[in-house]
């Protein structure tokens, strides 16, 4: 079983930054994919950034420029600096993770997400 801890969430107003970080434990061989997804009241959830293993990175048009996504593949955490937040921002803010348990078993992790608000 792999955990997914993340941290970093909080109230800001707008223009302003905040950096969400996000952990995995437990039986770990290998992760191959980190991401991070929002989900704001009433909406669907949506894929803001992604990094691979090898550091290939994706991005939701709305937060290219903006958000940054990275990774420490040592310490199983993966982080997301955030700038010129705006207040349609604001979301619950999750983490997922991807990978290998065992060398014969795999698997695909949520965090249990943390709240980004976006106001004045």
């Known amino acids: 079983q792999v955990r997914l801890v993340e941290s970093g969430g909080g109230l800001v107003q707008p223009g302003g930054s905040l950096r969400l970080s996000c952990v995995a434990s437990?039986?770990?061989?290998?992760?191959?994919?980190m991401a991070w997804y929002r989900q704001a009241p009433g909406k669907e959830r949506e894929l803001v950034a992604a990094?691979?293993?090898?550091?290939?990175?994706n991005y939701a048009d709305s937060v290219k420029g903006r958000f940054t996504i990275s990774r420490d593949n040592a310490k199983n955490t993966v982080y997301l600096q955030m700038i010129s937040l705006k207040p349609e921002d604001t979301a619950v803010y999750s983490c997922?993770?991807?990978?290998?348990?065992?060398?014969?078993?795999?698997?695909?992790?949520w965090g249990q997400g943390t709240q980004v608000t976006v106001s004045s």
């Open positions: 990094i691979t293993s090898g550091g290939t990175t």
């Open positions: 437990g039986s770990i061989f290998s992760i191959h994919y």
């Open positions: 997922n993770a991807r990978g290998s348990a065992t060398i014969t078993s795999g698997f695909n992790s």
